[in-house]
């Protein structure tokens, strides 16, 4: 099947972890980005790649890292720096910046 | 800094009913705007894309229209269905990503 992939769908983290959230697609596009969902509020955007080895921050970067070595693979890594990090997760991928967007499924994210 | 605000927050309709949902923007300088639908627990699925020279798209039952210069996008549903009950995202591409509204959530009763 074509589209985006995140994995895992649900994952616990002890305080002062970091932990690694996954996100691959098949789509051959070549920008991708993380956004993150609190109860009642619209998407913020974490940190997004136009090309291969290139990245930027978005709004809300603090506490958050990501790579993308592979034209399909973007993960993000919450890192114990993230103050609040419980919140749904959700990467995303386009043919280029001006394309539309398609989502994946989105990982919940649990402090505990 | 882009701003997106969609009213209303909450909307319930009986099954049958025409409705709108609304989105406005800040910034009129943009690429094109864009619909979602987001089941509860789910991720994003695109409805509409509308690029910044056109003034409507339609698919099936949805009609999205966009006036830039007023910083102004609606979403038209016909015939609502229980299905169609769901969290309508408005987001603007400004030129790298997509902002987005909060969301109009969505109820049609049979």
């Known amino acids: 099947d074509g589209g985006i992939t995140q994995s895992p769908k649900y994952l616990f983290r002890k305080e002062g972890q970091n932990v690694t959230l996954s996100c691959e697609q098949n789509?051959?596009?070549?920008?991708m980005y993380w956004y993150r969902q609190d109860p009642g509020q619209g998407l913020r955007l974490i940190y997004y790649?136009?090309?291969?080895?290139?990245?930027q921050k978005g709004d809300i970067a603090e506490g958050y890292s990501v790579s993308r070595e592979k034209k399909e693979s973007f993960p993000l890594t919450v890192t114990s720096a993230q103050k609040n990090p419980t919140a749904f997760y959700l990467c995303?991928?386009?043919?280029?910046?001006?394309?539309?967007?398609?989502f994946g499924e989105g990982s919940w994210l649990t402090v505990v | 800094k882009q701003e997106v605000t969609q009213i209303p927050a909450a909307l319930s309709v009986p099954e049958g009913e025409n409705l709108v949902l609304n989105c406005s923007f800040t910034?009129?300088?943009?690429?094109?705007l864009q619909w979602f639908r987001q089941d509860p627990g789910k991720g994003l699925t695109s409805l509409l894309l509308?690029?910044?020279?056109?003034r409507e798209q339609t698919s099936g039952r949805l009609n999205a229209s966009l006036d830039k210069s007023s910083g102004r996008s609606t979403l038209y549903i016909a015939a609502s269905q229980p299905g169609d009950s769901a969290t309508y995202l408005c987001?603007?591409?400004?030129?790298?990503?997509?902002?987005f509204g909060k969301g109009t959530s969505l109820l049609v009763t049979p």
């Open positions: 995303a991928s386009s043919a280029g910046l001006g394309d539309t967007i398609y």
């Open positions: 910034d009129s300088a943009i690429y094109n």
């Open positions: 789509l051959n596009h070549d920008a």
């Open positions: 509308i690029q910044s020279s056109q």
């Open positions: 987001a603007v591409n400004s030129g790298y990503a997509l902002n």
């Open positions: 790649s136009q090309i291969v080895n290139d990245f």
